[in-house]
């Protein structure tokens, strides 16, 4: 299973009208999850945010 169809397995749906080419998920609690593919090669960006976009975690990330 390659890491997008992990994403979509729990739950993440492709965004690219509201959040720019992303996979998102808002989970029980109202928190948004992002993953984002980055500009280098397995390499991609997560933010965990409130539902009024303030962020709460940023991290970027290299799938060996």
């Not at 109202?30 to 980055?38: A, K, L, V």
């Not at 397995?42 to 975690?57: A, G, L, P, R």
């Amino acid at each position: 299973m390659t890491f997008v169809q992990g994403l979509i397995a729990s739950g993440y749906k492709f965004d690219d009208e509201n959040f720019d080419d992303c996979y998102v998920k808002t989970d029980s609690e109202g928190f948004i999850h992002m993953y984002q593919e980055g500009e280098d090669e397995n390499e991609w960006n997560y933010v965990k945010m409130t539902e009024d976009f303030d962020v709460i975690t940023e991290k970027t990330f290299a799938l060996n």
